[in-house]
């Protein structure tokens, strides 16, 4: 079973080493890396860099991953984690397992968010940053 791991952004792949490191230690050697365009991989003509284009590009990877039938195991982190989130929603046929870590649910969020939670908005505010 493939396990893929895709990256937050400004990270690059690296941030995943000393777990790959550990995970091939102990014989797994179906992992691999995802970078999203612009954040460690190139950015194809027409990739628009909204939030749907990277959801799309995530399924993508995954459906060229994965025989037919055979899902594979997402691990996402931080706005990787976000992306994953809704790739894996929106496709569960791709995914069978989702472990997303530092990135709550989506519709959490966006409750907390919509709720003025002062100091969610403050932990959040860097998302305009890379916008």
Do not use: C, I, K
């Amino acid at each position: 079973m493939t396990v893929a791991f895709v990256h937050g952004n400004p990270e690059t792949a690296a941030v995943w080493g000393p777990l790959l490191d550990y995970l091939g230690r102990l014989g797994r050697d179906d992992t691999v890396t995802l970078s999203p365009p612009g954040f460690g991989a190139p950015v194809s003509d027409g990739f628009g860099a909204t939030s749907d284009d990277y959801v799309e590009w995530l399924a993508e990877e995954l459906a060229a991953l994965g025989a037919p039938g055979a899902p594979v195991d997402l691990v996402g982190h931080d706005w990787g984690g976000m992306v994953a989130w809704v790739a894996a929603a929106r496709n569960p046929g791709l995914v069978r397992s989702l472990t997303v870590v530092s990135t709550p649910h989506p519709d959490a969020l966006a409750s907390v968010l919509a709720a003025g939670d002062e100091d969610q908005l403050a932990r959040s505010a860097y998302v305009e940053v890379f916008r």
